[in-house]
């Protein structure tokens, strides 16, 4: 791949990268409302059990059209299940109500889908912040079963070959959270990977102790060990020393690194007054956003110009990646 094609690629990965975000966040968030309506549909046609005559007093009858519900995670299509009754009966979904449209607590659907993980007392907070504390029928048998259902498609998802896959780019990030998770330093490394069509994807996910270098290391030989046989052309990460020192470690010299622009912003401004740190703001994004790298450096020299000499310890911070 020539270089204008990086630059493409490069660019269609800023555009879509916060639909992508958006997209897997949805994509959880369904399917853990579907598995927990199924859960919940299973119990209740336990609980009837059988008449006189051995017969289910309460049987499946396929399923609801699909409906919206607007959740912190964007607009969720669901189907609910539909219930027949021998004799008087009605089933409705006590998570789903027939007539929601709107989760009562939308404000609070994504950092508990984002913060909370697969445990038993955790998965009942993050469904009840998508349908309201009302919803009975989070028992914690369905709760249980649920959890279990996640944790076979997580590991699922760690065995899936990467023989065939030939990255591009990788953005690596350590993501750290305000609840614990077993220690104090206990952090989430993930890389996101773009493929040479320019397709996204969720490379590897798993826990590390802060961000180190040997945690960075067990991430990138688990992902040889699922059949990657090739590094990236260009890895993007923040400052943090530990995923940089793994790389080289790993690969040598043979993957381009680059700092990322969002991390780096934010160290440039630090250093700057807040009068004037809309502008350079704009000036920075100059640099990242242009078209072409000719542009792009006459951007960078328009920001030493006006900034250097006033703002010497900004300046180096940007001159330095």
Not at 11 to 18: M, P, Q, T, V
Not at 74 to 82: F, K, Q
Not at 88 to 115: D, F, N, Q
Not at 256 to 283: E, G, I, Y
Request: aromatic letters at 6%.
């Amino acid at each position: 791949m020539n270089n204008d094609g990086m630059i493409e690629l490069a660019e269609r990965a800023k555009d879509e990268g916060r639909s992508l975000l958006d997209g897997v966040i949805r994509q959880g968030a369904q399917k853990i409302l579907q598995a927990a309506l199924e859960l919940e549909i299973e119990e209740h046609l336990a609980a009837m059990g059988v008449g006189a005559d051995g017969r289910r007093l309460a049987v499946r009858n396929g399923r609801l059209p699909s409906r919206e519900i607007l959740t912190g995670a964007g607009a969720l299509a669901v189907e609910v299940p539909r219930v027949r009754h021998r004799g008087e009966g009605e089933w409705s979904s006590a998570i789903l109500p027939k007539y929601l449209r709107k989760a009562p607590s939308v404000e609070g659907l994504v950092p508990l889908l984002y913060l909370h993980g697969i445990s038993t007392g955790q998965m009942a907070e993050a469904l009840e912040a998508l349908v309201g504390a009302s919803a009975r029928g989070l028992s914690a048998t369905t709760v249980t079963r649920l959890t279990q259902c996640w944790e076979a498609e997580h590991r699922q998802w760690h065995q899936q070959s990467l023989a065939k896959k030939r990255y591009v780019y990788w953005w690596v990030d350590g993501i750290h959270f305000r609840v614990r998770l077993g220690g104090d330093n206990v952090c989430i490394l993930v890389i996101m990977g773009a493929l040479e069509d320019g397709t996204k994807e969720l490379v590897a996910v798993r826990d590390g102790y802060r961000e180190s270098k040997e945690s960075w290391l067990e991430v990138l030989r688990e992902m040889e060990s699922r059949g990657l046989s090739a590094p990236p052309k260009l890895a993007v990460g923040d400052g943090a020393l530990g995923f940089w020192g793994a790389l080289e470690e790993k690969y040598g010299e043979a993957v381009a690194t680059q700092r990322c622009w969002v991390h780096k912003t934010a160290n440039v401004l630090d250093k700057m007054p807040k009068s004037v740190q809309p502008r350079a703001k704009q000036m920075i994004h100059e640099m990242y956003l242009a078209p072409s790298r000719q542009k792009a450096v006459a951007a960078y020299e328009n920001f030493r110009g006006t900034f250097a000499a006033k703002y010497p310890a900004a300046w180096k911070c940007l001159e330095k990646d």
